[in-house]
């Protein structure tokens, strides 16, 4: 806009007659140079604006698919292009894959998929890392694929996406205007590049983070057993989902909370408290039966956890429901009891039956020794 004024204001276009005098020359020079600057002036503003919009689209972003849908926006936008993609190299197919589009159909997404390095113009740019441009990609014979010629593509320029010293991929765009010239934005594009292949690897392992972390939670949720981890104080960081399915307890609940709380109902933990004795001067594990206030009986396994320096800076707790396994317990040591009790019991019939045994004998043998009538009889078969 800046250059239409200037141009309108001068009363010339860009291209300014000759005058016949010198002072003509010297003033036609001199509007000639001051659009020319205008114009770089433009040119710098539109890069610094685009360059400028992709950092903002690289600060917010953290997923891979959305960053790589706002940067060919952007691209668009900024440069006036119709179309731009972006292919990523897999490394296990060996192939440029397209990952991104902007502005073109599925079926041209299809056509140029799967490049080897070397291949076509993106495949070129992988192979070489130094950017491409070609005037009219219609008839350019690097273009390997026909769906490029038959989509009426034409000035096109293709940069190397690099991260950490390494190409990772390339950046495409393209304008269906057989006017458009794209050369002067190669500069900007190969900054881009640079900026998108580094995002790309960050994105890439906010990704595999993401995974790993969800894989980390499906196993953390799939033990049976309760367990949570603990900060200094005793207050609960993390936690299990069956945790909360053997206290009865949400995991809102759970978090922040003292283990003295969420176990026992105390706001203060026990003297002997495992996690206490666990995290003492020489760390160990520490295992101990606790009875919560509702009858449940929890068997609490706690685990120091040690820096690279070797100080305790939290504990992992182990918590398995032991109730039915101790009532069990204690009614089979109630039924040892009564058999123990019988068995004593039958031992001391035993051992007073065999001396009666032969006191019945000899009181037998004295009965009949004696006379009938004997006053003695009477109390001696009482006995009997």
């Not at 860009?14 to 433009?42: H, K, N, T, W, Y």
């Not at 950017?131 to 273009?143: G, K, M, N, S």
């Not at 190969?190 to 894989?215: M, T």
Request: charged letters at 25%; proline letters at 5%.
């Amino acid at each position: 806009m800046a250059v239409k004024r200037a141009r309108r204001q001068q009363g010339v276009s860009r291209r300014v007659p000759s005058p016949s005098s010198v002072e003509g020359q010297a003033e036609a020079l001199r509007v000639s140079d001051r659009i020319a600057g205008l114009e770089d002036m433009e040119r710098t503003l539109r890069k610094l604006t685009a360059l400028s919009s992709l950092a903002a689209a690289l600060s917010r972003a953290q997923e891979l698919d959305p960053l790589l849908q706002e940067v060919l926006r952007t691209i668009t936008e900024v440069l006036s292009t119709d179309m731009a993609l972006i292919m990523l190299f897999d490394a296990e197919a060996g192939e440029l894959r397209v990952r991104a589009a902007q502005g073109v159909p599925p079926e041209y997404v299809r056509g140029v998929d799967r490049l080897k390095p070397g291949e076509g113009v993106a495949g070129r740019v992988f192979t070489s890392g130094e950017p491409l441009v070609l005037r009219d990609a219609a008839v350019d014979p690097r273009i390997t694929r026909p769906v490029v010629r038959q989509l009426g593509l034409h000035a096109m320029a293709c940069v190397p996406l690099i991260a950490h010293g390494r190409t990772i991929g390339v950046l495409v765009t393209a304008t269906y205007d057989p006017e458009r010239e794209i050369t002067s934005d190669v500069d900007l594009l190969e900054a881009i590049g640079h900026q998108l292949g580094i995002a790309i690897e960050n994105a890439r392992l906010f990704e595999e983070n993401l995974r790993v972390r969800k894989l980390w939670e499906s196993t953390f949720n799939a033990i049976r057993d309760g367990i949570s981890v603990h900060t200094r104080d005793l207050r609960v960081v993390q936690a299990n989902e069956a945790l909360g399915r053997l206290l009865g307890l949400p995991k809102e609940q759970l978090l922040q909370n003292h283990c003295c709380m969420i176990m026992l109902g105390r706001d203060t933990p026990l003297p002997n408290c495992a996690d206490l004795r666990a995290t003492a001067e020489v760390p160990c594990q520490v295992t101990e039966v606790i009875e919560r206030p509702n009858g449940q009986i929890l068997r609490v396994t706690v685990d120091p956890l040690l820096d690279e320096e070797g100080r305790v800076y939290g504990t992992v707790h182990v918590v398995s429901d032991i109730t039915e396994q101790v009532l069990l317990e204690r009614r089979m040591a109630r039924a040892e009891q009564l058999a123990l009790i019988g068995e004593m019991a039958a031992g001391l019939a035993h051992e007073v039956k065999n001396p009666l045994a032969g006191m019945k004998g000899a009181l037998e043998i004295i009965l009949e020794d004696l006379p009938d009538g004997n006053p003695h009889r009477p109390v001696l078969h009482h006995v009997l």
